[in-house]
């Protein structure tokens, strides 16, 4: 059976909005890891067969096939194609879905996958607003639809909304939540503190580490915050973060890690996409792990590490409720609510954070899942070699 083997993985430290990396062009973030990717590879790059980019809001400087541009902008050869996913926050793991699927039907042996996002300069939802206003259209890509209307009736389809229902049905509290994204913080800055992040950042100019974590957060101070829903429990604290940044690694074919001598750090052992309930919409993480799980034969148990990503704190901790994961190998250098959500970057961003610790813990399987829009959520399996 054919294999789909990662060679080497790449971020950019993730800026916080109005940061280090606000002002950068996307397309020239995602050039940046692209360049520390070839290079570091030692790949040719004119056998790379494919350039498969995550990326949303798709409008302005990130308008136009941005895997394309980026790819040229690297300055790296015209020959090389690149196209660009939007699968909402999980865009760039579906990315490294789409090129692993392509090493895997033997039909590419070189393919790269990554994302970017500069969230500071295009903010979330920008591109919906922009392109319906000027046609008189009604905002939004739900409303107007009958179809829609009629069977999901008039239900907000809105990620904060999302967030406030799973903390009611799992009975997660603000407190709870809040515990949680201090020790998101608190992991994080232990991690970067420690030079766990190294090995896989490359630093942007004067940029060299993640902008988010804060160590001089306290419960205190997450307390204070208002709700963003009047009457809510989610506020900015228990969240994820604004963000710009990009990724990038590179999936390869048996053949051609002989070819090219290359050494495989990790080989893709599962990958699966499942959808839920929409307008709770974050869930989804929960159907599709135990989907996952079930169609490798594996059990959490199995499972050195996990990323999931911490979009808003209640998906964290609804999933960690109904899989009896446990805690300590979850996220265990922060997530998004303390080292950012570049949205169309961060499945890749995940996924070079879980090899790189994997290798540093010595583990074997890790299982990557985040919730995305349309209630929907991906799941990786990978297995260090």
Not at 60 to 81: H, M, N, S, Y
Request: aromatic share 4%; glycine share 12%; with cysteine.
């Amino acid at each position: 059976m054919p294999e789909a083997y990662i060679v080497d993985a790449v971020r950019t430290p993730v800026g916080r909005r109005g940061g280090g990396l606000s002002a950068v062009h996307p397309a020239d973030l995602g050039a940046h890891v692209l360049r520390a990717l070839m290079e570091r590879s030692g790949v040719d790059p004119a056998a790379v067969e494919d350039v498969v980019f995550g990326c949303l809001d798709t409008v302005g400087p990130q308008a136009g096939d941005i895997a394309r541009t980026a790819w040229l902008a690297a300055g790296l050869p015209e020959e090389v194609p690149g196209v660009t996913v939007d699968r909402q926050c999980g865009s760039s793991q579906q990315a490294v879905h789409f090129a692993a699927q392509g090493v895997l039907s033997g039909t590419q042996d070189l393919v790269v996958a990554g994302g970017t996002q500069n969230m500071s300069m295009i903010p979330i939802a920008f591109a919906s607003r922009q392109a319906a206003q000027p046609l008189g259209l009604t905002e939004g890509p739900f409303a107007g639809s009958e179809g829609w209307r009629a069977r999901y009736g008039d239900a907000p389809v809105d990620q904060f909304h999302g967030a406030e229902l799973i903390a009611a049905k799992w009975g997660i509290s603000r407190r709870d939540m809040e515990e949680f994204a201090l020790r998101s913080h608190q992991r994080a800055v232990r991690a970067a503190g420690e030079g766990r992040f190294d090995r896989e950042i490359v630093a942007y100019g004067d940029v060299g580490a993640d902008e988010g974590p804060r160590r001089d957060t306290t419960l205190e101070k997450m307390a204070a915050l208002r709700p963003v829903v009047e009457g809510g429990t989610i506020t900015a604290a228990v969240s994820s973060q604004v963000s710009d940044g990009a990724a990038a690694m590179l999936l390869a074919s048996e053949r051609a890690v002989c070819a090219h001598g290359l050494r495989p750090r990790a080989r893709v052992h599962h990958l699966s996409v499942r959808g839920e309930d929409p307008i709770r919409m974050l869930s989804a993480p929960i159907p599709a792990t135990a989907y996952a799980l079930k169609k490798t034969g594996l059990s959490l148990d199995d499972i050195d590490l996990v990323e999931i990503n911490e979009a808003f704190a209640p998906v964290v901790l609804a999933w960690l409720k109904e899989t009896g994961a446990d805690p300590g190998r979850v996220n265990v250098n922060g997530g998004a609510i303390a080292l950012g959500h570049p949205l169309g970057a961060t499945g890749v961003r995940l996924m070079t954070t879980l090899l790189h610790e994997l290798e540093r813990t010595g583990g074997r399987y890790g299982l990557q899942t985040m919730c995305e829009g349309g209630g929907q959520a991906n799941v990786t399996i990978i297995e260090r070699l």
